[in-house]
């Protein structure tokens, strides 16, 4: 029960943690007016109180190692610290700490932020200016700036709208390289740049604008003293919530949550609110939910996710993975032969898929694993039961994404797994069951003496089991289970079981039904075989018709002597 209760309430209220690298740049933003003044002295606080004892900010990672996000971090959080001239202890640990970790920021094989070479050595180059001291030798930090300068050649060469996208959301780490004017083009209504605080702060810092000051102010009122690295998410947040929970098999547990959120995602979708419209991976996870979910959802309102569109936006110049597999995927859920913009996007992002299967991509990462299995086995081609074991296999608890900094998962993972795994073994716990007494029926009616019949128990089962799965359906898997076995026992009667008598028999006793008497049959066998007909469709029809308050006797007979007479 605790732990429902708290997927439930992530689910109606997720949580953001904060990232100490946009709290600092939010941290930097003066005070209108008064330049000398910061306008948010209370994420200034924050950062003289949140130091790691290692002399970082940032993230603590489980085995210890420095990652570049840290190294990020704590140079902004040490920057905002010297531009206020506070903390001075502070930012002689975060130096230090900087000093002996920056072979990090040039390792290849370490995560690496989203435009890591702009943001870090632009922060770099930014704490020479103000006269911070690193205790670094000049090749090293050489070495950093030269990283910027090789990006900043390559982006130099490409006009397209994707790389003003991409620069446009690194400016923090650009500064007065770039033309503000420009940056600004991609303001959201809601004020921000790209939902990103530190973009949005930076852009206050040279380029002071009212909107993006209240949205920077909307930040620090909702979350205190810090911000997330991102926002809003909230319904993205949400619905990835929801489709996990889809995908590891325990969404029936939160029935009244999940429908309320995609009634709001619903609301969203008809009002095209830039939340779910301009994130293309939110898009198109919030088609592909509430289409699945029996929304009235069109696929005309992606019209605006064609392959041109997607290369010039954000996510596509960053080729982003997680993007395109939401697109595939939706692509998926065509409900009818006229769905020529989901046919186009699931062919443009396919190849693009197939292209990253066959590149040097790490082959260990979750998503490969996830792409692959994707390509190879579309949704309306895998059985969902088996499907949930799947994902419950590969469920990655820990698993984060990386921004600019890492953004860690919700933090009831451990719950929904553990959870998912509860109930599968649950639901297995009474699928044996099942057998076992199904097993037992066909002893009782003697169904194993019949030595012309093919014995298909377990396959009769298991066909009712992977698609009727949810355990509260017993009676229905039952129910299929033993038609499926009397049907089978029925066609080998005639096929080679029986004689032409026995068949004529048969035949005359289902049209009696209940007017037959003991003496009638012709043989053993067909005393066995009527007797186990018989009195399997009477207690199906008994339970039927409680269930459905109307007798349905009548039906079910009708069913036999249709097989029967075929």
């Known amino acids: 029960m605790e732990r429902k209760a708290r997927i439930r309430k992530q689910l109606l209220e997720p949580e953001l943690l904060p990232s100490s690298y946009d709290t600092a740049w939010v941290a930097m933003v003066p005070l209108p007016g008064s330049p000398q003044v910061p306008c948010f002295p209370q994420c200034v606080e924050w950062i003289l109180q949140n130091q790691q004892s290692n002399g970082s900010w940032g993230l603590i990672q489980m085995d210890s190692s420095i990652n570049k996000d840290v190294l990020s971090s704590t140079l902004a959080c040490v920057l905002a610290l010297k531009r206020w001239n ?145 926002y809003p998410t909230h319904i993205y947040n949400q619905l990835s919530m929801v489709d996990s929970l889809e995908k590891i098999g325990i969404s029936q547990y939160f029935s009244s949550e999940i429908k309320s959120i995609l009634d709001v995602a619903y609301s969203f979708w008809l009002q095209k609110d830039e939340e779910i419209m301009l994130d293309v991976a939110a898009c198109a996870m919030a088609f592909r939910l509430l289409r699945m979910n029996g929304y009235d959802v069109s696929s005309d309102d992606l019209y605006h996710v064609d392959e041109t569109t997607f290369h010039n936006s954000l996510q596509g110049y960053l080729n982003d993975t997680k993007s395109i ?9 065509s409900v009818s032969e006229n769905e020529c913009i989901l046919d186009n996007i699931g062919d443009w992002s396919a190849s693009l898929l197939t292209e990253k299967l066959f590149s040097d991509w790490v082959q260990t990462t979750p998503h490969f694993q996830e792409v692959e299995y994707a390509l190879k086995f579309p949704f309306y081609a895998t059985m969902e039961r088996l499907d949930h074991k799947r994902n419950i296999e590969h469920f990655n608890v820990c698993g984060s994404q990386m921004l600019k900094v890492e953004q860690l998962p919700c933090c009831v993972n451990q719950d929904f797994l553990a959870l998912a795994i509860q109930d599968f073994d649950f639901s297995q716990s009474i699928y044996q069951y099942e057998l076992l007494h199904l097993e037992s029926w066909a002893k009782e009616n003697r169904l194993d003496q019949l030595q012309f019949a093919r014995q298909k128990l377990s396959y009769c089962y298991l066909a009712a089991a992977a698609t009727i799965f949810p355990p509260e359906l017993s009676d229905a898997r039952m129910s299929w289970s033993k038609n499926g076995v009397l049907t089978t026992v029925v066609d080998d009667f005639f096929d080679v079981g029986g004689s032409q008598e026995e068949h004529e028999n048969l035949i005359a006793l289902v049209e009696k039904w209940d007017e037959h008497s003991k003496d009638e049959f012709y043989s053993e066998q067909v005393k066995i075989l009527f007797c186990a007909i018989y009195t399997t469709v009477n207690q199906l029809a008994a339970v039927a018709s409680a269930v459905q308050n109307r007798d349905v006797q009548k039906h079910l007979i009708e069913l036999v002597s249709f097989i029967v007479f075929a």
């Open 325 to 333: 597999l939401e697109l595939y995927k939706a692509s998926e859920v």
């Open 86 to 230: 506070v903390g001075g202890e502070l930012i002689r640990r975060g130096l230090h700490f900087i000093g002996r970790n920056l072979s990090a920021a040039i390792d290849e094989q370490s995560a690496t932020p989203i435009g890591f070479n702009i943001t870090f050595s632009g922060m770099l180059s930014l704490g020479i200016e103000m006269g911070l001291e690193f205790p670094v030798g000049q090749i090293d930090v050489d070495r950093i700036l030269h990283l910027r300068e090789v990006e900043l050649k390559r982006l130099i060469g490409d006009k397209s709208d994707g790389r003003k996208a991409y620069m446009a959301y690194f400016a923090e780490g650009l500064g007065n390289l770039l033309d503000w004017n420009q940056v600004m083009k991609f303001q959201r209504k809601n004020g921000s740049l790209f939902n990103s605080p530190s973009t949005t702060a930076a852009a206050l810092i040279h380029n002071f604008d009212d909107k993006a000051l209240q949205y920077v102010k909307l930040l620090v009122s909702k979350f205190g003293s810090s911000v997330p690295t991102v």
